[in-house]
């Protein structure tokens, strides 16, 4: 097998590309840009896409999708991707809803995966971050339990409602996968120990790189069969909605530097490395045509254990994603430790 579409079980018994794309760009960079690089991406080899209702991209993402089909480059299974159900969406009779207007935009029957974008609920509707006239984000109280699971909603609501939730687009087949984002170690253990549980989810993407290596919470999932996958891997486009400016930039990281050339590669490349040795699933975002080819050239060279001992050394339990205008959310997740 080709290594480049190298796979990796989940615990639903569906396979998932080890190396992702990632396709957000922040607001000023044109939205038929993702139209051409998600062709860009296929064309390179990469078969894992990762976008979300966030992103604000998914019919120009579709329709990459959907181009790369018709020309024979690839199969519908051949390409795995990922949406997100994002925070005003998490009233468990919103849920359905919400994927199937995203299936609407991408024109795609089904997605391979569906995450909790987030694990703190806002103020439901269409409105990203829903403000009062004091500019404060509006929170939703909502039990994640809820949200995700079919009894859970049972219980909770009143019966006659229609149960629509995680759990339920898998069984109708809109997403053969369901898994979580930015959860920490206690929020997922909520949801693995409710009572009457169906499905777990099948990953935690979160942020991870070599100076935020998540190495407690990846002990904690693999000993729960959940893949970690890698949002942020090159240290984020450190766009100022999300990040401090003065954060330091990782790809210049003088370690990081020194081992692309001892093995002849570029950083970006160390770092995506580094997470596939690790048995994390690793999302590569680039908007630049050069880089994208660059990134798969990942599945070409393997690093030493002692070139991993340096890299673990680099953590320093550093997030650039912060979300710090929602840090008083009573689920605000980055307070634990992991």
Not at 10 to 16: A, S, V
Not at 93 to 108: D, G, I, Y
């Amino acid at each position: 097998m080709d290594p480049k579409y190298q796979r990796v079980e989940l615990n639903d018994g569906h396979f998932m590309p080890v190396l992702g794309f990632g396709t957000y760009a922040p607001p000023e960079v044109p939205r038929n840009r993702a139209v051409e690089v998600t062709k860009l991406a296929i064309e390179a080899g990469f078969r894992h896409i990762d976008s979300a209702y966030l992103y604000n991209n998914e019919e120009q993402v579709g329709l990459a999708i959907r181009s790369k089909i018709a020309d024979g480059s690839v199969k519908r299974e051949d390409i795995f991707y990922t949406s997100k159900l994002w925070c005003t969406f998490f009233q468990p009779q919103m849920v359905q809803p919400a994927l199937e207007s995203s299936l609407k935009k991408l024109q795609l029957d089904y997605v391979d995966l569906y995450l909790l974008h987030f694990p703190m609920a806002l103020k439901p509707g269409e409105t990203p971050l829903p403000k009062d006239e004091n500019g404060k984000v509006i929170f939703d109280t909502v039990d994640l339990s809820a949200t995700w699971e079919v009894s859970a909603w049972r219980t909770e609501y009143r019966k006659g409602r229609q149960e629509e939730v995680m759990e339920k687009c898998k069984d109708a087949g809109l997403a053969k996968s369901i898994g979580v984002s930015n959860f920490n170690c206690r929020q997922l253990e909520m949801i693995l120990n409710k009572p009457g549980l169906k499905y777990k989810p099948v990953c935690n993407q979160v942020e991870c790189h070599p100076y935020l290596n998540q190495s407690k919470l990846l002990d904690f999932c693999k000993s729960k069969d959940i893949v970690l996958v890698a949002h942020s891997a090159l240290g984020t486009q450190r766009h100022k909605l999300w990040v401090d400016p003065n954060s330091p930039v990782l790809l210049e990281d003088p370690v990081l530097c020194a081992l692309a050339k001892k093995h002849k590669q570029t950083p970006a490349l160390i770092a995506l490395r580094y997470q596939l040795q690790r048995g994390v699933v690793v999302l590569a975002k680039s908007y630049n045509e050069q880089r994208i080819r660059e990134n798969i050239q990942v599945f070409e060279f393997q690093l030493t254990s002692e070139d991993m001992k340096v890299l673990d050394g680099l953590n320093r339990n550093y997030r650039y994603v912060v979300m710090d205008f929602l840090m008083d959310h009573p689920d605000y997740p980055f307070s634990d430790e992991y």
